[in-house]
């Protein structure tokens, strides 16, 4: 994934420097030379995701830790399981506890929430999708972890592609104005989209050559009718309100993509846990 080992590097860093400051108090009840062996068990079934960022915060404070993984990235790990040894100065292992963590946790949360989507609608056509609606600073983490969990990802940010929302519309005249001037502007975009919330700017986009249509908040009758109409002239993807209770019956309309922002929004972090052996 484009950027990541520099996300990790800066992720990290980050995350020291908030937890640590100029230094670990606590962790210096420990004699400076003392070693220590740990390993990282889940309370609850998960995607496994962020094992890179978990073991650079060790890595960072001492650079000769080693970490043993039972289990990959993507990996669905069932409750019980044991992630991971390490063994290691036991002031890293302390140290680096809580960002090692807070970087597994979350990532694998947003992995296993993924994978319940890409279960949910899986036999259909459709893909589900991230969206911008990450944690600041975090964007890429998230985005590798709705890869990871079998999802797939819409765009990193404003520079490389396209997407005309409500208010640019408003402020661009419309969409067939819109359209041709994202077209004249940004002709290496990976992609341009245009939103729509009736079958009316449906129909206009379709006229104006819009290749990808994002229906925003429509019903699934709403959806039909426009898969109907779209007879693949174009990519629809659905948006809006969108849950596991509802999604399989979102993807059954026949829309090829459905973005949930609640994939990296609404995270529910894994239940992990890390114990020193005795």
């Known amino acids: 994934m484009k950027g990541l080992a520099l996300a990790i590097e800066r992720n990290v860093s980050a995350a020291l420097e908030e937890d640590l400051g100029g230094g670990d108090l606590t962790a210096q009840l420990i004699p400076a030379d003392a070693r220590a062996d740990a390993h990282v068990i889940t ?50 292992l302390l140290s680096g506890e809580r960002c ?7 990532l694998s949360g947003v992995a296993t929430a993924t994978r319940r989507y890409v279960d949910a609608v899986r036999g259909t056509r459709a893909k ?45 005249g419309g969409i067939t104005p819109a359209l041709r001037e994202a077209t004249r502007l940004a002709p290496a975009a990976e992609w341009i989209q245009v939103e729509v919330e009736t079958l009316e700017q449906l129909r206009e986009a379709l006229a104006a050559g819009a290749k990808m249509i994002l229906l925003d908040n429509m019903d699934c009758a709403k959806m039909r009718e426009a898969v109907a109409i779209t007879a693949g002239r174009a990519q629809l993807e659905a948006s809006g309100g969108i849950t596991l209770a509802n999604v399989r019956e979102i993807a059954e309309t026949g829309v090829d993509r459905i973005s949930i922002g609640g994939l990296t929004k609404d995270v529910k972090a894994a239940d992990l846990s890390m114990r020193f052996d005795d």
């Open 43 to 92: 309370r609850a079934e998960i995607v496994v995701c962020g094992r890179a960022w978990f073991d650079a915060c060790f890595e960072r404070l001492d650079p000769a830790v080693k970490i043993q993984w039972q289990i990959d990235d993507g990996t669905l790990a069932p409750a019980g399981s044991t992630l991971c040894t390490l063994d290691g100065s036991a002031r890293a």
């Open 128 to 172: 589900i999708l991230d969206t911008r609606k990450t944690l600041p600073g975090l964007r890429v983490a998230q985005k590798y972890a709705v890869i990871t969990g079998g999802g797939c990802n819409h765009r990193l940010g404003l520079f490389d592609a396209i997407l005309i929302k409500e208010n640019h519309l408003a402020a661009a």
């Open 100 to 106: 090692g963590l807070n970087f597994l946790q979350l």
